[in-house]
């Protein structure tokens, strides 16, 4: 079984509701929930919106590889309703958005998917819940706890 770190954020609709049936799906189509973060409330990052996002990260064990893995979070994305992912740094209001953040610890570079996911470090809304459930993982590539990886600069931010 692969641990994987997923990070989920919607800012449509009713978030809580958007949050708890992407987990709920999660669990059905991709593995079991082994620890889940609380739900952050936080600003869009990367483009202007009126509404406010919730943040939350969880940790699922699966037996699918992880090109499978993103592939069935971006069906999930579908059913409920994202109709646009974001590309060349264009962002987009939406239902839901689920990340492959790390994937036990592994370190691929493919067209499709680059694991640890290239820019976790550099937002609070995907460090602040991941170190929460995950503070003492170590990040493959900086080989660094990631409660020490945070993104606004702070050697810890251990909730």
Partial sequence: MAKVYLGLGTNLGDKEANMQLAVSLI?????????????????PWGFESENSFLNAAICVETLYTPLETLHLTQEIERGMGRTQ??????????????DLLLYN??????PELTLPHPLMTHR?????PLVEIAGEVIHPVWKKQLRLLSASGKQDFTP
């Fill in 85 to 98: 992912k974001s590309s060349g740094g264009i962002y987009h209001d939406r239902t839901i958005d689920i």
């Fill in 105 to 110: 610890d592994l370190i691929l570079h493919t």
């Fill in 124 to 128: 609070d809304f995907v460090m602040k």
């Fill in 27 to 43: 669990h059905e189509r991709i593995g079991k929930i082994v620890s889940q973060s609380s739900f952050y409330e936080t600003a």
